[in-house]
């Protein structure tokens, strides 16, 4: 069975700051990894998947393999980026039960 | 476009009493899920429909609960005599496909808070 670990519970940075999210997984195939967030009254929704390797809101997220870690980073966090974030695992072989991490939430400050 | 609602939005209910939840999708989306998500914890599977199929309820915690989609759009799950380990966020999400992952993306409501009291 896979697992997927945030270890942070909650992150506070000052604004400007570089943040990083961590997420580890354990799953012996080959994962798609997802981080989802959700601010403030909003809904959940995709921030970004590991196989488009994109930066959304700056944010990027390079699958390790080696470490079985998906970790989500920012050079200069904003006080908007304030919110809880998923990471999200889907295994191999076209699952479509996803496993969630129980979140972070990252806090901004001024 | 609307996204995907979810009504009523907040839930109190006695224990043992039944409750029903409701979803509406995007319309034209094939897949539909039902997720609960415990106070501090990740969202997690309850059900699975492509059009009025359930293809996976396997995440159902037991047979109290009970999820439809009778025509293919909106989707009720009802819980049967709750308790108070009912209490928790229920999520339905929506997707255009038949799955979601690499190429298509799911699309989640905002969620009905059951408490159970």
């Known amino acids: 069975a896979q697992r997927v670990t945030q270890p942070e519970k909650l992150l506070s940075v000052f604004k400007g700051a570089p943040v990083e999210l961590k997420c580890n997984y354990s799953y012996s195939g080959s994962p798609e990894l997802f981080w989802y967030v959700q601010y403030s009254r909003q809904r959940l929704q995709l921030l970004l998947r590991?196989?488009s390797r994109e930066s959304i809101k700056g944010f990027t997220a390079d699958l390790n393999k080696g470490e079985t870690s998906f970790h989500l980073k920012k050079p200069f966090a904003q006080e908007e980026d304030s919110a809880m974030y998923y990471c999200a695992l889907l295994a191999s072989g076209g699952s479509y039960i996803p496993t969630f991490g129980r979140g972070t939430s990252l806090i901004v400050h001024p | 476009g609307a996204g995907v609602s979810q009504s009523p939005r907040y839930k109190v209910a006695k224990r043992g009493q039944d409750v029903a939840l409701r979803c509406d999708p995007i319309s034209g989306h094939v897949s539909l899920f039902w997720y609960q998500q415990a106070l501090g914890q990740g969202p997690e599977f309850l059900t699975y429909?492509?059009?009025?199929?359930?293809?996976?309820k396997s995440g159902l915690p037991s047979d109290r609960f009970f999820a439809e989609r009778p025509e293919g759009s909106v989707s009720t799950l009802k819980i049967q005599r709750t308790q108070q380990e009912d209490s928790a966020v229920y999520l339905c999400?929506?997707?255009?496909?038949?799955?979601?992952?690499?190429?298509?993306?799911?699309?989640f409501g905002p969620g009905t808070r059951l408490t159970v009291l």
């Open positions: 429909f492509q059009n009025e199929a359930q293809l996976d």
């Open positions: 999400a929506s997707s255009p496909g038949q799955t979601w992952g690499e190429t298509n993306e799911q699309f």
């Open positions: 590991h196989i």
